[in-house]
C-alpha cells in the first residue's frame, strides 16, 4: 500500500470508530475506544493489510457491477531498462528502476510532516526545560499512595510553579509533576491525582502518545487523521478516569467530579506529549465518570464483538474476486476450444491505453505501453506485434533486438508477456526493447548513422491473448492490420490519434 491508500484506509476506520463512539461512549468501558483508536494507528502506519472475506471493501467489491471494470484503478509498472551495459544480459531479466522524479506532492507533504514534527518536539523539549526546575516533593501521604500503586519503573513526584495542572511525563524514568499551590492536606484529592498519573504510567500512555503523534505528522494533510489525534488522547484520559473509580468505588464519583472542575479552572496549554490530569474536554469527562457502571460480562463480550467486528470490516483489505471457472475440472477447461472466450453479461474488451517511444537520459530509446484488460479473466500471455515509424510516418526496418547477433532488421516485431494482468488492472511495460537500424551494434549504444532516434512512433497490435482458464483469444483482424500498416506509409496525425486502441473480446456463446 502506498501512502494515499493508507490514508483513505485509515480515514474510513476513523469515521466507523466516532461513529461508534457517539454511539457507546457511555455505554461500554472507555478501554474499548482506545484499543479501536489503536487499531487506527496500526492502519495508519503499516504498509500493508491482511485480505478478508468480511471486508467491507470486499462487500464493495462484490456488489459492483462488470461494467465498473472498464475503470481501473489499479496500475502496475515494470522498470525500465536502461540500456548501459551492452554485455550484461541480467539487465533484461531484471531491468533497473527508472530515476524516479520529485513531484510537487512529494515536496509538499515532506516540508508539511518536518514542520509538524518540528511543532511537536520543540513542544515537548520546551517542557522538559521548564519541568527541570521542578522540586522534588517529600510526602507521607504521597508515599503511601504510591506503594499500593505498584509502579515497577522508577517514579519521581515534583512540583512546580510553571504549571497549573497535575502533568506525567517520561518513559523510562517517568516524573508526576503537581503545581506547587496544591492543596497538600487535602489526602482524598492527592490520591486521586497520584491513580489518574499512575495509570497512564502503567499503560505506557506516553509512548501510545508519541506514536499518534508520530501517525498525524505522517498524515497531516488529512484533517481525519487530526481529529483521530483528538479524540484518541481524550480517550486515554477517559479510561484512565473511569480505572480510578472501580479503583475507589462508587462514592468516588461526586469528589473526583467536582476535582476536575476545580482543575478545569486552572487549565494549562497544549502539550502535545504529556499526559495531563485536566487535559480533555472536562463537560464529557465528568458525564462518562458520572456514568460510569460496573463492568459486566455482557459489557466485556459487546466491547470484544465492536472491536472484532470493526477490524474485520475496516482494518482489513478486500479479498481475492471467487472465479468459480477456477472449479472447473481441468479437461473440461482443456475441451473449451481454447480458442473462446466465454459469453459475459456485457461485451469484454481489452485496451491498448499508449504506446509512446521515451529517452533516456543519456537519449536512448524505449518503449512504454500500457494496457488494459477490461475483461472477467485474468491474462496470463499476450502476444502482439510492434512496428516502428520515423517523424514523417515512414516505416522503419529495424534491429529490434540488439543482443542477438543473428537477428535480421524487419518491418514487424513479435513480443510475447507472460506477467498477470487481473481483471480491470492495468499493466505497464517499459523498456524491453531497442530500437537500431540495421547498422552493426559493436559501437553500442549508438548503431548506424544514429539510426536509434529515428523511430517516433510505435503502433502495436495485439495478436493472441492466453486467460487464466487456458482460453486463448486470436485476433481476427491482425492480418488485416498487419497488412495495413506494416511497412507502409502512415500520416502522422493518424498514428498520433491511434490509442487508445481497444479490442473487442466477445466471442463465444
Same mark, same amino acid.
Given at each position: 500500500?502506498?501512502?494515499?491508500?493508507? $490514508?483513505?484506509?485509515?480515514?474510513?476506520?476513523?469515521?466507523?470508530?466516532? =461513529?461508534?463512539?457517539?454511539?457507546?461512549?457511555?455505554?461500554?468501558?472507555?478501554?474499548?475506544?482506545?484499543?479501536?483508536?489503536?487499531?487506527?494507528? =496500526?492502519?495508519?502506519?503499516?504498509?500493508?493489510?491482511?485480505?478478508?472475506?468480511?471486508?467491507?471493501?470486499?462487500?464493495?467489491?462484490?456488489?459492483?457491477?462488470?461494467?465498473?471494470?472498464?475503470?481501473?484503478?489499479?496500475?502496475?509498472?515494470?522498470?525500465?531498462?536502461?540500456?548501459?551495459?551492452?554485455?550484461?544480459?541480467?539487465?533484461?531479466?531484471?531491468?533497473?528502476?527508472?530515476?524516479?522524479?520529485?513531484?510537487?506532492?512529494?515536496?509538499?507533504?515532506?516540508?508539511?510532516?518536518?514542520?509538524?514534527?518540528?511543532?511537536?518536539?520543540?513542544?515537548?523539549?520546551?517542557?522538559?526545560?521548564?519541568?527541570?526546575?521542578?522540586?522534588?516533593?517529600?510526602?507521607?501521604?504521597?508515599?503511601?499512595?504510591?506503594?499500593?500503586?505498584?509502579?515497577?519503573?522508577?517514579?519521581?513526584?515534583?512540583?512546580?510553579?510553571?504549571?497549573?495542572?497535575?502533568?506525567?511525563?517520561? =518513559?523510562?524514568?517517568?516524573?508526576?509533576?503537581?503545581?506547587?499551590?496544591?492543596?497538600?492536606? $487535602?489526602?482524598?484529592?492527592?490520591?486521586?491525582?497520584?491513580?489518574?498519573?499512575?495509570?497512564?504510567?502503567?499503560? +505506557?500512555?506516553?509512548?501510545?502518545?508519541?506514536?499518534?503523534? +508520530?501517525?498525524?505528522?505522517?498524515?497531516?494533510?488529512?484533517?481525519?487523521?487530526?481529529?483521530?489525534?483528538?479524540?484518541? $488522547?481524550?480517550?486515554?484520559?477517559?479510561?484512565?478516569?473511569?480505572?480510578?473509580?472501580?479503583?475507589?468505588?462508587?462514592?468516588?464519583?461526586?469528589?473526583?467530579?467536582?476535582?476536575?472542575?476545580?482543575?478545569?479552572?486552572?487549565?494549562?496549554?497544549?502539550?502535545?506529549?504529556?499526559?495531563?490530569?485536566?487535559?480533555?474536554?472536562?463537560?464529557?469527562?465528568?458525564?462518562?465518570?458520572?456514568?460510569?457502571?460496573?463492568?459486566?460480562?455482557?459489557?466485556?463480550?459487546?466491547?470484544?464483538?465492536?472491536? #472484532?467486528?470493526?477490524?474485520?470490516? #475496516?482494518?482489513?483489505?478486500?479479498?481475492?474476486?471467487?472465479?468459480?471457472?477456477?472449479?472447473?475440472?481441468?479437461?473440461?477447461?482443456?475441451?473449451?476450444?481454447?480458442?473462446?472466450?466465454?459469453?459475459?453479461?456485457?461485451?469484454?474488451? =481489452?485496451?491498448?491505453?499508449?504506446?509512446?517511444?521515451?529517452?533516456?537520459?543519456?537519449?536512448?530509446?524505449?518503449?512504454?505501453?500500457?494496457?488494459?484488460? $477490461?475483461?472477467?479473466?485474468?491474462?496470463?500471455?499476450?502476444?502482439?506485434?510492434?512496428?516502428?515509424?520515423?517523424?514523417?510516418?515512414?516505416?522503419?526496418?529495424?534491429?529490434?533486438?540488439?543482443?542477438?547477433?543473428?537477428?535480421?532488421?524487419?518491418?514487424?516485431?513479435?513480443?510475447?508477456?507472460?506477467?498477470?494482468?487481473?481483471?480491470?488492472?492495468?499493466?505497464?511495460?517499459?523498456?524491453?526493447?531497442?530500437?537500431?537500424?540495421?547498422?552493426?551494434?559493436?559501437? #553500442?549504444?549508438?548503431?548506424?548513422?544514429?539510426?536509434?532516434?529515428?523511430?517516433?512512433?510505435?503502433?502495436?497490435?495485439?495478436?493472441?491473448?492466453? #486467460?487464466?482458464?487456458?482460453?486463448?483469444?486470436?485476433?481476427?483482424?491482425?492480418?488485416?492490420?498487419?497488412?495495413?500498416?506494416?511497412?507502409?506509409?502512415?500520416?502522422?496525425?493518424?498514428?498520433?490519434?491511434?490509442?487508445?486502441?481497444?479490442?473487442?473480446?466477445?466471442?463465444?456463446?
Amino acid at each position: 500500500m502506498n501512502l494515499l491508500e493508507m $490514508n483513505l484506509a485509515g480515514a474510513v476506520l476513523i469515521i466507523a470508530v466516532l =461513529i461508534l463512539r457517539s454511539i457507546f461512549i457511555n455505554r461500554l468501558p472507555k478501554k474499548t475506544f482506545v484499543i479501536l483508536w489503536e487499531l487506527v494507528l =496500526i492502519r495508519l502506519l503499516l504498509p500493508f493489510t491482511l485480505p478478508s472475506i468480511f471486508s467491507v471493501y470486499t462487500l464493495l467489491n462484490r456488489s459492483m457491477s462488470p461494467s465498473l471494470l472498464e475503470n481501473p484503478q489499479t496500475v502496475h509498472t515494470i522498470p525500465a531498462i536502461a540500456p548501459t551495459d551492452f554485455a550484461t544480459l541480467q539487465a533484461l531479466a531484471h531491468p533497473p528502476a527508472a530515476r524516479p522524479s520529485v513531484s510537487l506532492w512529494s515536496v509538499i507533504w515532506c516540508v508539511g510532516m518536518v514542520l509538524c514534527a518540528c511543532f511537536f518536539v520543540i513542544t515537548y523539549l520546551r517542557c522538559r526545560v521548564e519541568f527541570q526546575t521542578a522540586l522534588p516533593v517529600e510526602n507521607t501521604d504521597i508515599t503511601q499512595c504510591l506503594q499500593k500503586q505498584s509502579v515497577k519503573r522508577k517514579l519521581s513526584i515534583c512540583q512546580s510553579d510553571r504549571i497549573s495542572t497535575p502533568l506525567t511525563y517520561g =518513559i523510562l524514568r517517568p516524573v508526576i509533576l503537581l503545581p506547587k499551590n496544591t492543596d497538600w492536606e $487535602n489526602v482524598h484529592e492527592l490520591h486521586y491525582i497520584l491513580s489518574h498519573e499512575c495509570v497512564h504510567i502503567k499503560r +505506557f500512555d506516553a509512548i501510545t502518545k508519541l506514536i499518534a503523534a +508520530f501517525a498525524l505528522c505522517i498524515h497531516w494533510f488529512n484533517p481525519i487523521v487530526w481529529a483521530m489525534y483528538l479524540y484518541f $488522547n481524550r480517550d486515554i484520559e477517559l479510561s484512565c478516569d473511569e480505572r480510578v473509580i472501580r479503583l475507589f468505588g462508587e462514592k468516588s464519583k461526586s469528589t473526583y467530579s467536582h476535582m476536575l472542575i476545580r482543575m478545569e479552572a486552572k487549565k494549562s496549554g497544549l502539550l502535545p506529549l504529556i499526559s495531563t490530569f485536566c487535559k480533555n474536554a472536562s463537560e464529557e469527562r465528568i458525564t462518562a465518570i458520572m456514568t460510569t457502571r460496573r463492568t459486566s460480562p455482557v459489557m466485556v463480550a459487546a466491547s470484544c464483538l465492536i472491536v #472484532f467486528a470493526t477490524a474485520s470490516l #475496516f482494518a482489513t483489505s478486500a479479498a481475492a474476486a471467487d472465479d468459480s471457472r477456477q472449479d472447473m475440472p481441468a479437461a473440461a477447461a482443456a475441451d473449451d476450444s481454447r480458442q473462446n472466450i466465454p459469453a459475459a453479461s456485457s461485451p469484454m474488451s =481489452i485496451t491498448h491505453e499508449s504506446a509512446d517511444i521515451l529517452y533516456y537520459d543519456d537519449a536512448s530509446p524505449y518503449i512504454h505501453d500500457i494496457l488494459t484488460n $477490461n475483461t472477467d479473466q485474468t491474462i496470463t500471455e499476450t502476444q502482439y506485434c510492434m512496428l516502428a515509424y520515423d517523424q514523417n510516418g515512414a516505416p522503419l526496418k529495424l534491429r529490434w533486438n540488439f543482443l542477438d547477433s543473428s537477428a535480421q532488421s524487419s518491418f514487424e516485431n513479435i513480443v510475447q508477456s507472460s506477467e498477470n494482468i487481473l481483471p480491470g488492472e492495468t499493466e505497464q511495460y517499459r523498456g524491453g526493447w531497442s530500437l537500431y537500424d540495421d547498422g552493426k551494434t559493436a559501437d #553500442f549504444p549508438k548503431a548506424g548513422d544514429d539510426g536509434a532516434n529515428q523511430a517516433a512512433y510505435i503502433l502495436v497490435c495485439l495478436k493472441q491473448v492466453t #486467460f487464466e482458464n487456458h482460453a486463448v483469444w486470436k485476433n481476427p483482424d491482425y492480418e488485416n492490420w498487419l497488412d495495413t500498416y506494416a511497412g507502409k506509409e502512415t500520416r502522422a496525425a493518424e498514428l498520433l490519434g491511434y490509442y487508445p486502441h481497444e479490442y473487442q473480446i466477445s466471442l463465444g456463446k
